[in-house]
């Protein structure tokens, strides 16, 4: 990271991503001493982001080309909006070198530190900014198979919808559907400012309530369950699939998006997974697709597939009513 940062914030990708360059100019023009610039640019190659050609001894007549794409994807990586950073926002330096005591149960993440729920406005922000930063796999997914989602569907319901980053993308995808999100009351206001910002915000609303406390609202022919089930255990998994059942009207479409389990997504979970290890209030645990499956056949859903994608997404159709005796 430090390395990246470094290359970045020089501008010395910039440079190289304009063409071979010279050690000795580069040396020259970022008033860099040429020998400690070698082993900057040596950890750059072991990184696989830049080609070096070494004609002969003088390190200065090295010279050094850039991957294609590099500077996005350092960008990506270790610039303001990245995931790292936004991880790094997190306490998980009070776990680290610790992981013994905390797995003894001798410590845990203060609760005012993180916990479920948010206690403030600043955490519930800092947790649902979180969630939309690594929402591309879902978006990407809803986005691929719009076109078998939405036609005939009127009005759609993101259940833990976040911050609406997700219904926003759909309103993009579907011009004839009306998107509600529901989430915890107190996430009203982040809702309200990624309507502010998205395509058609008279078609993006917010129904406040808890899932816990309170039936799914009805009235809504598609709703959507995306990384949320994933953080209860298996009954409570249950209870909110039976309650969207309840809810949705009769040929309704119920969807499930998440990392469904497999070891690349374990390892792009690793930094929740380590982080909520001394997190008792949080669950977080992947599963495989056929769990779900499973229970929506169980509960009396119908058509149920997995459709593909970064992250699978699992839909299911209620029933139409049965025709009276
Ligand atoms: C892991 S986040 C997923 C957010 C979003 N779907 C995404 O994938 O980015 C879980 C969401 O469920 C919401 N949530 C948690 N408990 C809830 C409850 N009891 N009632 C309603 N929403 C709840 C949270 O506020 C949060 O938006």
């Not at 008033?31 to 640019?41: I, T």
């Not at 070096?52 to 990506?76: H, M, N």
Request: aromatic share 10%.
């Amino acid at each position: 990271m430090d390395v990246l940062t470094t290359a970045l914030d020089l501008g010395l990708l910039d440079t190289l991503e304009s063409g071979p360059a010279r050690l000795g100019d580069l040396a020259g023009r970022f008033g860099l001493q040429p020998v400690r610039l070698y082993k900057f640019l040596d950890c750059l190659e072991s990184l696989g982001c830049v080609v070096r050609d070494e004609p002969d001894d003088d390190i200065e007549q090295a010279t050094y080309a850039a991957v294609p794409g590099l500077r996005a994807a350092v960008v990506a990586v270790v610039g303001p909006d990245a995931i790292e950073r936004d991880r790094d926002r997190y306490p998980w330096r009070q776990l680290h070198g610790r992981l013994a005591e905390s797995l003894r149960g001798e410590i845990a993440i203060p609760d005012d530190d993180f916990g479920w729920p948010p206690k403030t406005h600043e955490q519930t922000a800092a947790f649902e900014q979180s969630m939309s930063a690594g929402l591309g796999p879902a978006i990407e997914t809803f986005h691929r198979h719009a076109y078998r989602l939405w036609p005939g569907r009127r009005r759609f319901l993101d259940v833990g919808g976040g911050d609406g980053t997700l219904a926003a993308q759909v309103l993009g995808d579907a011009p004839d559907l009306l998107v509600d999100v529901f989430n915890l009351p107190e996430v009203a206001p982040l809702v309200d400012r990624t309507r502010d910002r998205c395509v058609d915000p008279q078609r993006l609303g917010f129904v406040g309530g808890d899932f816990f406390a309170e039936p799914l609202p009805s009235g809504y022919d598609a709703l959507a369950f995306v990384r949320v089930l994933h953080d209860w255990p298996n009954d409570v998994s249950r209870r909110l699939v039976e309650s969207a059942y309840q809810a949705l009207s009769p040929g309704g479409l119920l969807l499930i998006c998440e990392e469904f389990r497999t070891p690349d997504r374990l390892a792009m979970q690793f930094f929740w997974s380590y982080f909520l290890i001394g997190v008792d209030s949080s669950f977080s645990r992947l599963r495989d697709a056929e769990f779900y499956t499973g229970l929506l056949q169980e509960v009396g859903f119908e058509k149920v597939e997995v459709l593909p994608g970064t992250w699978e997404l699992v839909i299911a159709v209620k029933p139409e009513e049965p025709f009276a005796e």
